[in-house]
T-cell receptor, first 114, second 113 residues
Framework: DTEVTQTPKHLVMGMTNKKSLKCEQHMGHRAMYWYKQKAKKPPELMFVYSYEKLSINESVPSRFSPECPNSSLLNLHLHALQPEDSALYLC?????????????FGQGTRLTVV | AQSVSQHNHHVILSEAASLELGCNYSYGGTVNLFWYVQYPGQHLQLLLKYFSGDPLVKGIKGFEAEFIKSKFSFNLRKPSVQWSDTAEYFCAVAVNYGQNFVFGPGTRLSVLP
């Protein structure tokens, strides 16, 4: 199994809503990532978890709150988002940070904030 | 700060033409280098990677890339493109001891049948 599974695939939410994005992998990877990708732009790193601990937070607004409940799961909790937060949110995993390894990406959640 | 640049924003080729997409990075330490492809409506897929050793690496679907350390470059090549190669191509560099994958801006490849 070399898949990173993200749910939901599409999400429309209002600016006052609270929602969560979920990501799951069963490859035994110990590093997991959230990226944000706007149309026709490269993915931009948001957060990195290494061994279930937050290791990188790229100055992301607090309306985005990551959570890593265990080594297979990664969540992104969303609250009071703005329309400009509409984007494709990508989850990725790699064997572990600190070693030469590639990242495997999920298909993403396409988020629209109305 | 580390950055990755790609030479071309949009490349248009006819089928069977040869392809070379340029990628340069600015990072003085040890880097791991990648090319990812994103087909329309699909997720990012790894084409090939360079960690160490032979600077000419071969990937899937007939792609190869050459790492030239002195030029901080990692260019992607394919001798003969197909219509199905139409996609967005991203060069990426792993920095921060492999924790952060920094992506270039991407090159859109359109292959005309």
């Amino acid at each position: 199994d070399t898949e990173v599974t993200q749910t939901p695939k599409h999400l429309v939410m209002g600016m006052t809503n609270k929602k969560s994005l979920k990501c799951e992998q069963h490859m035994g990877h110990r590093a997991m990532y959230w990226y944000k990708q706007k149309a026709k732009k490269p993915p931009e790193l948001m957060f990195v978890y290494s061994y279930e601990k937050l290791s990188i937070n790229e100055s992301v607004p607090s309306r985005f709150s990551p959570e890593c409940p265990n080594s297979s799961l990664l969540n992104l909790h969303l609250h009071a988002l703005q329309p400009e937060d509409s984007a494709l949110y990508l989850c990725a995993s790699s064997l572990r940070g600190g070693t030469a390894t590639e990242a495997f990406f999920g298909q993403g959640t396409r988020l629209t904030v109305v | 700060a580390q950055s990755v640049s790609q030479h071309n924003h949009h490349v248009i080729l006819s089928e069977a033409a040869s392809l070379e997409l340029g990628c340069n990075y600015s990072y003085g330490g040890t880097v791991n280098l990648f090319w990812y492809v994103q087909y329309p409506g699909q997720h990012l897929q790894l084409l090939l990677k360079y960690f160490s050793g032979d600077p000419l690496v071969k990937g899937i679907k007939g792609f190869e890339a050459e790492f030239i350390k002195s030029k901080f470059s990692f260019n992607l090549r394919k001798p003969s493109v197909q219509w199905s190669d139409t996609a967005e191509y991203f060069c990426a560099v792993a920095v921060n001891y492999g924790q952060n994958f920094v992506f270039g801006p991407g090159t859109r490849l359109s292959v005309l049948p």
